[in-house]
Protein backbone atom coordinates (compact mmCIF):
# COMPACT_ATOMS: atom_id res chain seq x y z
CA UNK A 1 0.00 0.00 0.00
CA UNK A 2 1.21 3.33 -0.81
CA UNK A 3 2.76 5.70 1.80
CA UNK A 4 0.00 8.36 1.12
CA UNK A 5 -2.93 6.26 0.87
CA UNK A 6 -5.79 8.78 2.44
CA UNK A 7 -3.54 11.76 2.53
CA UNK A 8 -5.02 15.06 0.53
CA UNK A 9 -2.88 18.04 -1.11
CA UNK A 10 -2.56 20.96 -3.14
CA UNK A 11 0.15 21.92 -5.64
CA UNK A 12 1.08 25.18 -6.48
CA UNK A 13 3.09 26.23 -9.71
CA UNK A 14 2.63 23.26 -12.37
CA UNK A 15 3.53 25.35 -16.31
CA UNK A 16 3.86 22.42 -18.04
CA UNK A 17 4.81 18.40 -17.73
CA UNK A 18 8.95 19.81 -17.42
CA UNK A 19 8.14 21.30 -14.03
CA UNK A 20 9.11 20.67 -10.57
CA UNK A 21 5.70 20.80 -9.12
CA UNK A 22 4.99 18.02 -11.92
CA UNK A 23 7.46 16.41 -10.67
CA UNK A 24 6.51 16.55 -6.82
CA UNK A 25 2.96 15.98 -7.93
CA UNK A 26 3.32 12.57 -9.54
CA UNK A 27 5.84 11.16 -6.29
CA UNK A 28 2.69 12.05 -4.36
CA UNK A 29 0.65 10.90 -6.73
CA UNK A 30 2.72 7.29 -6.85
CA UNK A 31 2.13 6.52 -3.35
CA UNK A 32 -1.30 6.90 -2.99
CA UNK A 33 -2.06 10.65 -2.56
CA UNK A 34 -5.12 12.90 -3.61
CA UNK A 35 -4.08 16.07 -5.23
CA UNK A 36 -5.44 19.35 -5.86
CA UNK A 37 -3.84 21.83 -8.70
CA UNK A 38 -3.64 25.65 -9.80
CA UNK A 39 -2.36 27.05 -12.34
CA UNK A 40 -1.71 31.32 -13.48
CA UNK A 41 -2.15 32.40 -15.93
CA UNK A 42 -5.64 31.08 -18.62
CA UNK A 43 -2.90 30.04 -21.41
CA UNK A 44 -1.28 26.79 -18.97
CA UNK A 45 -4.85 25.53 -18.34
CA UNK A 46 -4.78 24.07 -21.92
CA UNK A 47 -0.98 22.13 -20.28
CA UNK A 48 -2.18 21.48 -16.77
CA UNK A 49 -5.45 20.45 -17.16
CA UNK A 50 -4.95 17.51 -19.42
CA UNK A 51 -1.30 16.67 -16.46
CA UNK A 52 -4.06 16.92 -13.58
CA UNK A 53 -6.66 14.74 -15.17
CA UNK A 54 -4.05 12.21 -15.51
CA UNK A 55 -3.59 11.65 -12.06
CA UNK A 56 -7.26 12.04 -11.41
CA UNK A 57 -7.78 15.56 -9.76
CA UNK A 58 -10.86 16.43 -9.82
CA UNK A 59 -9.73 19.80 -8.29
CA UNK A 60 -7.84 22.62 -10.62
CA UNK A 61 -8.46 25.78 -10.47
CA UNK A 62 -6.60 28.86 -11.42
CA UNK A 63 -4.90 31.22 -8.69
CA UNK A 64 -2.36 34.65 -9.47
CA UNK A 65 -0.65 33.80 -6.13
CA UNK A 66 0.29 37.51 -5.68
CA UNK A 67 -3.78 38.58 -5.04
CA UNK A 68 -4.99 37.72 -1.64
CA UNK A 69 -8.25 37.35 -2.48
CA UNK A 70 -7.41 34.65 -5.37
CA UNK A 71 -5.68 32.39 -2.49
CA UNK A 72 -8.57 33.12 -0.02
CA UNK A 73 -10.93 32.13 -3.04
CA UNK A 74 -9.36 28.40 -3.37
CA UNK A 75 -8.71 27.75 0.02
CA UNK A 76 -12.37 28.63 0.53
CA UNK A 77 -13.16 25.75 -2.64
CA UNK A 78 -10.44 23.12 -1.24
CA UNK A 79 -12.71 23.44 1.89
CA UNK A 80 -15.86 22.84 0.07
CA UNK A 81 -14.06 19.26 -1.54
CA UNK A 82 -12.09 18.51 1.24
CA UNK A 83 -12.79 19.62 4.51
CA UNK A 84 -9.20 19.13 5.45
CA UNK A 85 -6.23 18.81 3.99
CA UNK A 86 -2.27 17.08 4.59
CA UNK A 87 -0.12 18.44 2.30
CA UNK A 88 1.05 21.53 0.22
CA UNK A 89 3.97 22.16 -2.68
CA UNK A 90 4.36 25.49 -2.88
CA UNK A 91 7.32 25.43 -6.69
CA UNK A 92 6.57 29.20 -7.51
CA UNK A 93 9.09 31.88 -8.31
CA UNK A 94 8.76 34.95 -10.61
CA UNK A 95 10.76 37.70 -11.42
CA UNK A 96 11.71 40.26 -14.21
CA UNK A 97 13.62 38.74 -16.75
CA UNK A 98 16.01 42.06 -16.88
CA UNK A 99 16.67 41.37 -12.95
CA UNK A 100 18.00 37.72 -14.29
CA UNK A 101 20.21 39.14 -16.11
CA UNK A 102 23.41 41.98 -15.64
CA UNK A 103 23.86 42.89 -12.09
CA UNK A 104 22.26 42.54 -8.79
CA UNK A 105 23.05 46.42 -7.93
CA UNK A 106 20.61 47.38 -10.89
CA UNK A 107 17.73 46.02 -9.49
CA UNK A 108 15.09 48.65 -9.28
CA UNK A 109 12.64 48.68 -6.55
CA UNK A 110 9.41 47.71 -8.30
CA UNK A 111 11.39 44.45 -9.85
CA UNK A 112 12.59 44.15 -5.89
CA UNK A 113 9.30 43.71 -4.27
CA UNK A 114 8.32 41.94 -7.31
CA UNK A 115 10.49 39.55 -6.89
CA UNK A 116 9.94 38.78 -3.25
CA UNK A 117 6.63 39.15 -3.24
CA UNK A 118 5.87 36.10 -5.67
CA UNK A 119 9.06 34.12 -4.61
CA UNK A 120 8.78 34.84 -0.70
CA UNK A 121 5.93 35.48 0.36
CA UNK A 122 3.19 33.54 -1.30
CA UNK A 123 4.84 30.82 1.17
CA UNK A 124 4.08 32.86 4.28
CA UNK A 125 0.41 33.31 2.58
CA UNK A 126 -0.56 30.24 1.55
CA UNK A 127 0.52 28.60 4.80
CA UNK A 128 -1.36 30.93 7.22
CA UNK A 129 -4.56 29.57 4.79
CA UNK A 130 -3.34 26.16 4.54
CA UNK A 131 -2.45 25.31 8.08
CA UNK A 132 -6.60 26.43 9.25
CA UNK A 133 -7.33 23.33 7.17
CA UNK A 134 -4.67 20.97 8.54
CA UNK A 135 -6.26 19.57 11.67
CA UNK A 136 -5.83 16.78 13.92
CA UNK A 137 -2.58 15.32 12.27
CA UNK A 138 -0.94 18.23 11.53
CA UNK A 139 0.46 18.46 8.16
CA UNK A 140 3.89 18.98 5.48
CA UNK A 141 4.65 21.94 3.63
CA UNK A 142 7.46 22.23 1.38
CA UNK A 143 9.10 24.68 -0.85
CA UNK A 144 11.58 25.09 -3.95
CA UNK A 145 14.43 27.09 -3.48
CA UNK A 146 17.68 27.07 -4.94
CA UNK A 147 21.36 27.43 -4.20
CA UNK A 148 22.23 31.22 -5.03
CA UNK A 149 20.31 32.19 -1.77
CA UNK A 150 23.48 30.99 0.02
CA UNK A 151 26.06 32.23 -2.34
CA UNK A 152 26.51 34.64 -5.27
CA UNK A 153 25.40 33.00 -8.36
CA UNK A 154 26.04 35.06 -11.97
CA UNK A 155 22.31 36.19 -13.08
CA UNK A 156 20.67 34.99 -10.64
CA UNK A 157 20.44 38.23 -8.76
CA UNK A 158 17.01 39.21 -7.13
CA UNK A 159 16.02 36.04 -6.94
CA UNK A 160 18.45 34.95 -4.83
CA UNK A 161 17.63 37.66 -2.16
CA UNK A 162 14.20 36.63 -2.69
CA UNK A 163 15.33 32.65 -1.89
CA UNK A 164 17.44 34.24 0.94
CA UNK A 165 14.24 35.67 2.35
CA UNK A 166 12.05 32.29 1.64
CA UNK A 167 14.49 30.13 3.17
CA UNK A 168 14.38 32.43 6.34
CA UNK A 169 10.55 32.09 6.52
CA UNK A 170 10.72 28.25 6.28
CA UNK A 171 12.34 28.33 9.47
CA UNK A 172 9.73 30.99 10.81
CA UNK A 173 6.91 29.21 9.72
CA UNK A 174 8.71 26.20 11.10
CA UNK A 175 8.43 27.78 14.17
CA UNK A 176 5.31 28.89 14.34
CA UNK A 177 3.25 26.45 12.93
CA UNK A 178 5.25 23.09 15.01
CA UNK A 179 2.33 23.05 17.92
CA UNK A 180 -0.10 21.88 15.25
CA UNK A 181 2.23 19.20 14.35
CA UNK A 182 2.31 21.03 10.94
CA UNK A 183 6.46 20.56 9.40
CA UNK A 184 7.72 23.25 7.17
CA UNK A 185 10.66 22.61 4.93
CA UNK A 186 12.35 23.33 1.45
CA UNK A 187 14.04 21.46 -1.41
CA UNK A 188 17.22 23.69 -2.30
CA UNK A 189 17.20 21.78 -5.97
CA UNK A 190 20.35 21.63 -8.10
CA UNK A 191 19.43 23.45 -11.85
CA UNK A 192 16.79 21.53 -14.03
CA UNK A 193 15.64 22.80 -17.46
CA UNK A 194 12.41 24.35 -17.19
CA UNK A 195 10.14 27.48 -18.22
CA UNK A 196 11.24 29.68 -15.21
CA UNK A 197 15.31 28.32 -15.27
CA UNK A 198 15.23 29.28 -18.94
CA UNK A 199 14.64 33.11 -18.07
CA UNK A 200 17.91 32.81 -16.61
CA UNK A 201 20.76 34.60 -18.16
CA UNK A 202 23.35 32.16 -18.91
CA UNK A 203 21.14 28.73 -17.71
CA UNK A 204 23.02 26.32 -19.65
CA UNK A 205 26.53 27.31 -18.38
CA UNK A 206 24.60 26.36 -14.69
CA UNK A 207 24.62 22.71 -16.09
CA UNK A 208 27.75 22.70 -17.87
CA UNK A 209 29.74 23.68 -13.91
CA UNK A 210 27.47 21.89 -11.90
CA UNK A 211 27.79 18.30 -14.19
CA UNK A 212 31.49 19.13 -14.13
CA UNK A 213 32.04 19.63 -10.61
CA UNK A 214 29.59 18.16 -8.48
CA UNK A 215 30.49 14.94 -6.54
CA UNK A 216 28.17 12.95 -8.56
CA UNK A 217 29.39 14.27 -11.58
CA UNK A 218 25.83 15.06 -13.32
CA UNK A 219 22.40 17.23 -12.70
CA UNK A 220 19.84 16.32 -10.61
CA UNK A 221 16.98 14.85 -12.59
CA UNK A 222 13.39 16.72 -11.94
CA UNK A 223 12.49 13.00 -10.65
CA UNK A 224 14.67 13.18 -7.80
CA UNK A 225 13.78 16.45 -6.47
CA UNK A 226 9.88 14.58 -6.56
CA UNK A 227 11.34 12.14 -4.54
CA UNK A 228 12.80 14.98 -2.16
CA UNK A 229 9.41 16.00 -1.85
CA UNK A 230 7.53 12.57 -1.47
CA UNK A 231 10.21 12.49 1.97
CA UNK A 232 9.28 15.96 3.25
CA UNK A 233 5.60 14.50 2.92
CA UNK A 234 5.03 11.37 3.96
CA UNK A 235 6.13 10.19 7.64
CA UNK A 236 9.72 9.33 6.78
CA UNK A 237 10.63 12.83 7.65
CA UNK A 238 8.51 13.13 11.24
CA UNK A 239 10.63 14.58 13.09
CA UNK A 240 12.17 16.98 10.22
CA UNK A 241 10.94 20.69 10.45
CA UNK A 242 12.54 24.08 9.34
CA UNK A 243 15.24 22.13 7.27
CA UNK A 244 16.41 23.12 3.79
CA UNK A 245 17.86 19.75 1.73
CA UNK A 246 19.94 19.86 -1.34
CA UNK A 247 19.08 17.99 -3.77
CA UNK A 248 22.24 18.99 -6.14
CA UNK A 249 24.09 16.12 -6.57
CA UNK A 250 26.71 17.72 -4.04
CA UNK A 251 27.37 20.52 -5.91
CA UNK A 252 26.55 22.97 -2.66
CA UNK A 253 29.28 21.37 -0.24
CA UNK A 254 32.32 22.26 -2.32
CA UNK A 255 34.41 25.09 -1.16
CA UNK A 256 36.69 25.43 -4.30
P1 LIG B 1 8.24 26.43 -13.81
O1 LIG B 1 7.81 25.15 -14.37
O2 LIG B 1 8.30 27.60 -14.74
O3 LIG B 1 7.34 26.76 -12.54
C1 LIG B 1 7.26 28.05 -11.95
C2 LIG B 1 5.80 28.23 -11.61
O4 LIG B 1 5.58 29.44 -10.86
C3 LIG B 1 4.94 28.37 -12.87
O5 LIG B 1 3.87 27.47 -12.80
C4 LIG B 1 4.48 29.80 -12.80
O6 LIG B 1 3.30 30.08 -13.47
C5 LIG B 1 4.35 29.96 -11.31
N1 LIG B 1 4.10 31.34 -10.93
C6 LIG B 1 4.85 32.44 -11.19
N2 LIG B 1 4.24 33.54 -10.71
C7 LIG B 1 3.09 33.12 -10.10
C8 LIG B 1 2.03 33.75 -9.41
N3 LIG B 1 1.99 35.08 -9.23
N4 LIG B 1 1.01 33.01 -8.95
C9 LIG B 1 1.00 31.66 -9.13
N5 LIG B 1 1.97 30.99 -9.78
C10 LIG B 1 3.00 31.71 -10.26
O7 LIG B 1 9.71 26.34 -13.18
P2 LIG B 1 10.34 25.44 -12.01
O8 LIG B 1 11.79 25.49 -12.27
O9 LIG B 1 9.64 24.15 -11.92
O10 LIG B 1 10.08 26.32 -10.71
C11 LIG B 1 9.42 25.82 -9.55
C12 LIG B 1 10.18 26.28 -8.31
O11 LIG B 1 11.43 25.60 -8.26
C13 LIG B 1 10.49 27.77 -8.28
O12 LIG B 1 10.34 28.24 -6.96
C14 LIG B 1 11.96 27.79 -8.67
O13 LIG B 1 12.63 28.94 -8.20
C15 LIG B 1 12.43 26.54 -7.97
N6 LIG B 1 13.73 26.02 -8.39
C16 LIG B 1 13.95 25.73 -9.69
C17 LIG B 1 15.19 25.24 -10.09
C18 LIG B 1 15.48 24.91 -11.54
O14 LIG B 1 16.65 24.87 -11.91
N7 LIG B 1 14.47 24.68 -12.36
C19 LIG B 1 16.19 25.04 -9.14
C20 LIG B 1 15.93 25.34 -7.80
C21 LIG B 1 14.69 25.83 -7.44
P3 LIG B 1 3.42 30.93 -14.86
O15 LIG B 1 4.24 30.07 -15.78
O16 LIG B 1 2.02 31.15 -15.26
O17 LIG B 1 4.15 32.21 -14.52
New binding site residues.
Given amino acids: MGMLVGKKGII?????D??????CAKALHEEGAELAF????E??ERR?RPLADSVGSKFIEQ?????DE?IDKIFTELKKQWATIDFVI?????ANKQDLEGHFVDTTRDGFKLAM???AY?LTAVAKRASEMMNGDGGSIV??????AEKVVPHYNV?GVA?AA?EASVRYLAADLGDKNIRVNA??????????????AG?RD?LKVVEAKAPLKRN?Q?EE?GKTALYFVSNMSSGVTGEIIHA?CGYSILGM
Fill in positions: FGVANHSLAWYTYQGALVCDLSNAHAVAFDVSTTLTYYGMKLISAGPVRTLAAMGIFMIAVD
